[in-house]
């Protein structure tokens, strides 16, 4: 297994997967040179071929609380409330970019939440296409921004990743009442796809990601994310023609030849 550092990153390859070990001290803060970071890796994740599949998790007790306080005091001090306001705004757009990006990626990326996650670190997590989470109703996950500061977490488009999970109406008292959840409760909101045992997060969600590429292939996976997650913002006839677009493209230059003989050598 291949082992690539950071600052705040460490990357490991494996059988095409990689798996990103934030640590960005003390509790992965969301700021210009940690989001500088993950767009960086995102960046050369995409460009290699062999890659099908991202693990996102973290090496400290946190998965992520969000925004940088130290950096928004130093911000603060230096250009006042205004000042804040406006640089906050700008790193938030790369904040948006870089869940965008996630999401438009033709891999698959699968956040293991080993810690709690909370604000920006729940928008990131929202951002990526699955969710696993460790069984422990200490684990804390939520969006406290509107007990904070009077605002919706939209930093990265939470709000909008967080209402495609949860439902408008479940999303909405979510983020109004600020009040974070346990993974059990985030399993049956809809904001977490899996529970998993603690001490086997890690190799149950890289197991899991490395089954998905050795069956799908980077095609299958990017064919299936443009389907669900384009299509179901379609009306049913427009994503029907998606659909059968992305449906032969991917059989044309995927897994299916070969997956159809086999099917055929064993049933037919």
Do not use: Y
Request: net charge negative; with cysteine; glycine share 10%.
């Amino acid at each position: 297994m291949e082992n690539t550092s950071t600052a705040g990153l460490r990357i490991t390859t494996g059988q095409g997967i990689q798996t990103w070990h934030m640590g960005f001290a003390p509790v992965n803060a969301l700021n210009p040179k940690s989001l500088a970071e993950l767009r960086s890796a995102l960046a050369a994740a995409i460009a290699d071929k062999s890659l099908g599949a991202i693990v996102l998790t973290s090496d400290l007790k946190v998965f992520s609380a969000g925004g940088d306080a130290s950096w928004m005091r130093s911000v603060l001090d230096e250009k006042g409330a205004d000042g804040l306001v406006d640089d906050f705004n700008q790193i938030m757009d790369v904040f948006r970019q870089l869940c965008a990006e996630m999401r438009r990626s033709p891999l698959l990326i699968i956040a293991a939440l080993n810690g709690h996650t909370l604000a920006g670190g729940l928008e990131l997590a929202a951002a990526c296409d699955l969710r696993h989470a460790a069984n422990n109703d200490r684990l804390q996950i939520g969006v406290p921004e509107m007990s904070l500061f009077g605002a919706m977490p939209s930093g990265g488009g939470g709000s909008q990743f967080i209402a495609r999970l949860m439902g408008p109406s479940g999303a909405l008292q979510f983020i109004l009442d600020a009040v974070p959840i346990s993974p059990a409760a985030a399993l049956e909101n809809g904001l977490v796809d899996r529970l998993c045992n603690p001490e086997s997060l890690l190799p149950d969600t890289e197991a899991f990601a490395e089954a998905m590429v050795a069956k799908a292939g980077r095609i299958g996976i990017a064919a299936a994310k443009r389907a669900i997650f384009e299509g179901t913002e379609l009306p049913l006839m427009s994503a029907m023609t998606l659909d059968h677009a992305i449906h032969w493209d991917a059989m044309r230059r995927g897994n299916f030849r070969a997956g159809a003989v086999n099917f055929v050598k064993r049933f037919g």
